[in-house]
Protein backbone atom coordinates (compact mmCIF):
# COMPACT_ATOMS: atom_id res chain seq x y z
CA UNK A 1 0.00 0.00 0.00
CA UNK A 2 0.98 3.46 -0.74
CA UNK A 3 2.86 5.19 1.98
CA UNK A 4 0.66 8.58 1.39
CA UNK A 5 -2.39 6.46 2.02
CA UNK A 6 -1.00 4.66 4.99
CA UNK A 7 -0.33 8.39 6.67
CA UNK A 8 -4.02 8.98 5.48
CA UNK A 9 -4.84 6.46 7.27
CA UNK A 10 -2.74 6.62 10.28
CA UNK A 11 -4.23 10.21 10.66
CA UNK A 12 -8.02 9.04 10.23
CA UNK A 13 -7.49 6.70 12.76
CA UNK A 14 -6.20 9.32 15.52
CA UNK A 15 -9.01 11.31 14.85
CA UNK A 16 -11.73 8.57 15.41
CA UNK A 17 -9.70 7.70 18.76
CA UNK A 18 -10.17 11.18 20.07
CA UNK A 19 -14.10 10.91 18.85
CA UNK A 20 -14.04 7.49 20.69
CA UNK A 21 -13.13 9.12 23.24
CA UNK A 22 -15.32 12.12 23.04
CA UNK A 23 -18.19 9.85 22.28
CA UNK A 24 -17.83 7.53 25.22
CA UNK A 25 -17.94 10.07 27.58
CA UNK A 26 -21.39 11.85 26.14
CA UNK A 27 -22.83 8.35 26.41
CA UNK A 28 -22.13 7.62 29.81
CA UNK A 29 -23.02 11.68 30.54
CA UNK A 30 -26.46 10.88 28.93
CA UNK A 31 -25.93 13.14 26.37
CA UNK A 32 -25.83 10.54 23.62
CA UNK A 33 -27.77 13.70 21.02
CA UNK A 34 -24.50 15.72 21.61
CA UNK A 35 -22.11 13.07 20.00
CA UNK A 36 -21.42 14.65 17.09
CA UNK A 37 -22.59 18.43 18.01
CA UNK A 38 -20.91 19.04 21.09
CA UNK A 39 -18.08 21.11 21.98
CA UNK A 40 -15.41 18.97 24.35
CA UNK A 41 -14.93 20.68 27.51
CA UNK A 42 -12.17 19.30 30.57
CA UNK A 43 -14.27 16.78 32.90
CA UNK A 44 -12.62 18.48 35.55
CA UNK A 45 -13.33 22.44 35.39
CA UNK A 46 -15.65 21.94 32.38
CA UNK A 47 -13.81 24.71 30.28
CA UNK A 48 -13.98 24.35 26.65
CA UNK A 49 -10.90 23.50 25.23
CA UNK A 50 -10.02 24.68 21.86
CA UNK A 51 -8.81 23.10 18.62
CA UNK A 52 -5.12 23.36 19.67
CA UNK A 53 -6.15 20.90 22.83
CA UNK A 54 -7.78 18.78 20.83
CA UNK A 55 -4.83 17.51 18.73
CA UNK A 56 -4.91 13.56 19.15
CA UNK A 57 -1.75 12.61 21.19
CA UNK A 58 0.39 15.62 20.82
CA UNK A 59 -1.91 17.92 22.67
CA UNK A 60 -1.96 15.38 25.21
CA UNK A 61 2.24 15.21 25.29
CA UNK A 62 2.61 19.52 25.08
CA UNK A 63 0.39 19.94 27.60
CA UNK A 64 2.40 16.80 29.60
CA UNK A 65 -0.82 15.10 30.55
CA UNK A 66 -2.01 18.16 32.45
CA UNK A 67 -5.54 20.36 31.15
CA UNK A 68 -4.60 23.82 30.27
CA UNK A 69 -6.87 25.82 32.71
CA UNK A 70 -7.19 24.01 35.68
CA UNK A 71 -3.82 22.00 35.80
CA UNK A 72 -5.31 18.91 36.79
CA UNK A 73 -4.20 15.58 35.14
CA UNK A 74 -6.25 14.18 31.88
CA UNK A 75 -6.79 11.03 32.12
CA UNK A 76 -4.05 8.68 30.47
CA UNK A 77 -6.67 6.77 29.01
CA UNK A 78 -7.39 9.30 26.37
CA UNK A 79 -3.72 8.84 24.78
CA UNK A 80 -4.06 5.21 24.70
CA UNK A 81 -7.03 5.32 23.02
CA UNK A 82 -5.97 7.61 20.00
CA UNK A 83 -2.85 5.53 19.86
CA UNK A 84 -4.58 2.15 19.88
CA UNK A 85 -7.18 3.16 17.33
CA UNK A 86 -4.61 4.56 14.91
CA UNK A 87 -2.04 1.94 15.59
CA UNK A 88 -5.23 -0.75 14.74
CA UNK A 89 -6.01 1.50 11.77
CA UNK A 90 -2.90 1.05 10.20
CA UNK A 91 -2.71 -3.29 10.37
CA UNK A 92 -6.12 -3.02 9.07
CA UNK A 93 -4.92 -1.45 5.80
CA UNK A 94 -1.54 -3.71 5.90
CA UNK A 95 -3.19 -6.74 6.73
CA UNK A 96 -6.86 -6.96 7.06
CA UNK A 97 -9.10 -7.90 3.72
CA UNK A 98 -8.09 -6.44 0.25
CA UNK A 99 -10.50 -3.89 -1.60
CA UNK A 100 -12.30 -0.28 -0.53
CA UNK A 101 -15.41 -1.91 0.82
CA UNK A 102 -13.74 -4.60 3.12
CA UNK A 103 -11.35 -1.74 4.37
CA UNK A 104 -13.69 0.34 5.30
CA UNK A 105 -15.94 -2.25 6.93
CA UNK A 106 -13.25 -3.34 8.84
CA UNK A 107 -12.15 0.09 10.21
CA UNK A 108 -15.82 0.47 10.88
CA UNK A 109 -15.86 -2.41 13.09
CA UNK A 110 -12.80 -1.85 14.51
CA UNK A 111 -13.62 1.27 15.80
CA UNK A 112 -16.70 -0.16 17.41
CA UNK A 113 -14.75 -2.95 19.16
CA UNK A 114 -12.68 0.18 20.80
CA UNK A 115 -15.27 2.31 21.40
CA UNK A 116 -16.98 -0.99 23.33
CA UNK A 117 -13.63 -1.91 25.06
CA UNK A 118 -12.83 1.81 26.45
CA UNK A 119 -16.27 1.74 27.82
CA UNK A 120 -16.19 -1.36 29.55
CA UNK A 121 -13.32 -0.78 30.65
CA UNK A 122 -14.09 2.32 32.34
CA UNK A 123 -17.16 1.94 33.43
CA UNK A 124 -17.55 -2.39 33.33
CA UNK A 125 -20.96 -2.08 31.22
CA UNK A 126 -21.65 -2.77 27.69
CA UNK A 127 -23.74 0.28 25.99
CA UNK A 128 -26.52 -1.06 24.16
CA UNK A 129 -26.66 1.86 22.03
CA UNK A 130 -24.13 0.76 20.25
CA UNK A 131 -23.84 -3.51 20.51
CA UNK A 132 -26.90 -4.13 19.79
CA UNK A 133 -27.26 -1.39 16.24
CA UNK A 134 -23.69 -3.36 15.93
CA UNK A 135 -24.62 -6.93 15.82
CA UNK A 136 -27.85 -5.95 13.66
CA UNK A 137 -25.68 -4.13 10.94
CA UNK A 138 -22.82 -6.92 11.46
CA UNK A 139 -25.47 -9.47 9.88
CA UNK A 140 -26.98 -7.32 7.49
CA UNK A 141 -23.55 -6.15 5.85
CA UNK A 142 -23.04 -10.12 5.24
CA UNK A 143 -25.73 -10.06 2.80
CA UNK A 144 -23.90 -7.30 1.13
CA UNK A 145 -20.75 -9.54 1.39
CA UNK A 146 -18.53 -7.41 2.43
CA UNK A 147 -16.66 -10.00 4.56
CA UNK A 148 -18.53 -13.24 5.38
CA UNK A 149 -21.61 -14.51 3.63
CA UNK A 150 -24.41 -14.64 5.38
CA UNK A 151 -25.06 -18.01 6.63
CA UNK A 152 -21.39 -17.91 7.80
CA UNK A 153 -22.17 -14.28 10.12
CA UNK A 154 -25.12 -16.03 11.26
CA UNK A 155 -23.96 -19.03 12.60
CA UNK A 156 -20.69 -17.39 14.02
CA UNK A 157 -23.05 -14.82 16.12
CA UNK A 158 -25.09 -18.19 17.27
CA UNK A 159 -21.64 -20.25 18.27
CA UNK A 160 -20.79 -16.68 20.16
CA UNK A 161 -24.04 -15.73 21.62
CA UNK A 162 -24.48 -19.27 22.29
CA UNK A 163 -20.92 -19.82 24.21
CA UNK A 164 -21.59 -16.89 26.98
CA UNK A 165 -25.02 -17.37 27.11
CA UNK A 166 -24.34 -21.40 28.29
CA UNK A 167 -21.44 -19.30 30.69
CA UNK A 168 -24.01 -17.07 31.92
CA UNK A 169 -26.33 -19.57 32.60
CA UNK A 170 -23.68 -22.22 33.89
CA UNK A 171 -22.62 -19.48 36.47
CA UNK A 172 -25.45 -17.50 37.62
CA UNK A 173 -24.21 -14.60 36.25
CA UNK A 174 -20.78 -15.16 38.20
CA UNK A 175 -17.88 -15.16 35.55
CA UNK A 176 -19.71 -13.79 32.45
CA UNK A 177 -22.37 -10.96 32.30
CA UNK A 178 -25.34 -10.44 29.30
CA UNK A 179 -22.60 -7.70 28.11
CA UNK A 180 -20.40 -10.65 27.27
CA UNK A 181 -23.48 -12.09 25.17
CA UNK A 182 -23.74 -8.90 23.30
CA UNK A 183 -19.72 -8.87 22.22
CA UNK A 184 -20.06 -12.60 21.63
CA UNK A 185 -22.96 -12.45 18.91
CA UNK A 186 -21.03 -9.05 17.45
CA UNK A 187 -17.58 -10.82 17.00
CA UNK A 188 -19.46 -14.39 15.97
CA UNK A 189 -20.92 -12.29 13.23
CA UNK A 190 -18.14 -10.33 11.97
CA UNK A 191 -15.46 -13.20 12.01
CA UNK A 192 -17.62 -15.97 11.75
CA UNK A 193 -17.31 -19.05 14.23
CA UNK A 194 -13.49 -19.85 13.59
CA UNK A 195 -12.84 -16.19 14.45
CA UNK A 196 -14.43 -16.64 17.03
CA UNK A 197 -12.83 -19.00 18.72
CA UNK A 198 -9.42 -17.14 17.48
CA UNK A 199 -10.81 -14.34 19.47
CA UNK A 200 -12.19 -15.97 22.27
CA UNK A 201 -8.77 -18.05 22.48
CA UNK A 202 -6.56 -14.37 22.47
CA UNK A 203 -9.04 -12.68 24.51
CA UNK A 204 -8.75 -15.29 27.59
CA UNK A 205 -5.17 -15.93 27.04
CA UNK A 206 -4.72 -12.16 27.55
CA UNK A 207 -7.02 -11.85 30.52
CA UNK A 208 -5.41 -14.78 32.41
CA UNK A 209 -2.22 -13.28 31.61
CA UNK A 210 -3.15 -9.57 32.97
CA UNK A 211 -5.69 -11.03 35.96
CA UNK A 212 -2.42 -13.06 37.07
CA UNK A 213 -0.53 -9.87 37.35
CA UNK A 214 -3.06 -7.97 38.82
CA UNK A 215 -3.54 -10.51 41.69
CA UNK A 216 0.85 -10.55 41.75
CA UNK A 217 0.68 -7.11 42.19
CA UNK A 218 -2.17 -6.91 44.66
CA UNK A 219 -4.04 -4.42 42.30
CA UNK A 220 -7.00 -7.13 42.34
CA UNK A 221 -8.46 -9.79 44.45
CA UNK A 222 -8.97 -13.22 42.90
CA UNK A 223 -12.27 -13.27 42.98
CA UNK A 224 -13.05 -9.70 41.43
CA UNK A 225 -13.91 -9.66 37.94
CA UNK A 226 -11.75 -7.94 35.65
CA UNK A 227 -13.74 -6.43 32.32
CA UNK A 228 -13.38 -8.82 29.98
CA UNK A 229 -14.78 -6.55 26.95
CA UNK A 230 -11.02 -5.25 26.03
CA UNK A 231 -9.88 -8.98 25.97
CA UNK A 232 -12.35 -9.82 23.28
CA UNK A 233 -12.53 -6.45 21.65
CA UNK A 234 -8.64 -7.28 21.10
CA UNK A 235 -9.25 -11.24 20.08
CA UNK A 236 -11.82 -9.84 17.38
CA UNK A 237 -9.86 -7.43 16.46
CA UNK A 238 -6.72 -10.11 15.78
CA UNK A 239 -9.21 -12.39 14.08
CA UNK A 240 -10.74 -9.98 12.05
CA UNK A 241 -6.33 -9.35 10.77
CA UNK A 242 -5.57 -12.79 11.08
CA UNK A 243 -8.44 -15.27 11.51
CA UNK A 244 -7.84 -17.30 8.27
CA UNK A 245 -4.17 -17.40 8.77
CA UNK A 246 -4.00 -18.62 12.32
CA UNK A 247 -7.07 -20.95 10.93
CA UNK A 248 -4.81 -22.48 8.23
CA UNK A 249 -1.62 -22.62 9.96
CA UNK A 250 -3.23 -24.53 12.86
CA UNK A 251 -5.09 -27.40 10.67
CA UNK A 252 -1.38 -27.21 9.05
CA UNK A 253 0.00 -28.25 12.05
CA UNK A 254 -3.02 -30.49 13.16
CA UNK A 255 -2.99 -32.52 10.10
CA UNK A 256 0.42 -32.44 8.33
ZN1 LIG B 1 -9.53 21.58 33.41
Redesign the pocket.
Known amino acids: MEIFLLVVIGALGLAVGSFINAAVYRLRAGKFKSILTGRSF?P??K?NLAARDLIPLVSFLWLRGK?R??H?KIAVHYFIIELTTAVAFLLVALFGASGTESLLWNLFFVSILIFIASFDAQFGEIPDEVALPAIVLALAGSFLAFTLAPLTALIGALVGGGFFTALVLISDGKWMGGGDIRVGLLLGALTGWRGFIVALFVASFLGSVVGTIQILRKKKKLKSALPFAPFLAFGGIVAILFSQQICAWYLAYLLP
Open positions: CKCKCFCK
